[in-house]
């Protein structure tokens, strides 16, 4: 099986990302062949800003891979640095109908949180299907909110084999339906680019702060709560042992959930949880060289991969002469 999927360096990556898209990428590493990458040309959209997008795409490659994402055992690298995509983009995007991406809903919240609406950010899901398309990605494991881009990468690859002949595989989305949206702080979606996150890597005063500073009701300690309508529990439930979160269950639907503790609690469960990518991120910080060449030797296997899939869209369509 061929998976694939990209993150953006739009900001520090987040438990969202963590649970939405990158662990089940890191678990399939042994049973499938998988394509991990930065796609720093998505993050163009949001980031204008040459320090940023560059420190940016370098820490996001390194938190993947403390994270465990082994390169040796996976294709890992930055988009930017297989320009083939681009031209794919384009050529896609000449039978991709204004209809399609006019639905998008990723295009319409970011603009209602003040995004500029570029046409880069209008035309995201075009570049996406590229990247999917280009590699001829077989599953693409996602966040829920991806979904909809993902219907749109399959409509391009159909409407390209229907008009030029067969030549891209149809990708399927990988969408674990328990951790599809993973809420911020606000109980919004949990977005790099809305500033509500948990970012994996915070320092521990800043992940205090991020911590208590999640939103929840005004209800008295021993007021019936409902859980699953509660941005906390929901944090709550990605690292509780099982015993302990059918404890705190108890103690919302019979009452006695004090808001203030479950958050200390979860505070020292998150510390814990990601300690020992925090010790081997320590370690890929103080060597950004080497994160730099893992990131090249991964651009060159890609571009083998990607060079073939171009090379038989030009001819499909015409651009062999
Ligand atoms: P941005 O705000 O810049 O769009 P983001 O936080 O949404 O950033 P992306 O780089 O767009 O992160 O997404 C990377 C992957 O993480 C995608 O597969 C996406 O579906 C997933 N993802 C992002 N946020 C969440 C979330 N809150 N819950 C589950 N999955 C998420
Ligand atoms: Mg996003």
Redesign the pocket.
Known sequence: MRIL????P??QL?I??Y????RSMIANMDSSELYAFI?DL??LT?VQDRERLSRGTLEAATDFLALGLDPERCTFWVQSDVPEVTELAWVLSTLTPMGLLERCH?YKD?VAKGIVPSHGLFAYPVLMAADILLFQAERV??????KQHLEVARDIAIKFNNTFGETFVVPEPVIDDS??????LDGQ??????GN?IPIFASEKELKKKVMAIVTDATPVEAVKDPDNCNLYSLFKLFAPKDRLTEVHGLYVNGGAMYGKIKLELLDLLWEYFREPREKRAQLLADPGQVREILQRGAVKAREKAVVTLDLVRDRVGLKY
């Open positions: 999927s990209g993150i953006q739009s900001g987040h969202g990302n649970f939405g898209m990158m796609v998505h993050a949001s990723s970011k494991p996602v966040g829920k909110d991806q951790l599809a949206t993973i809420p911020g979606k949990m977005s790099k680019s809305y996150t």
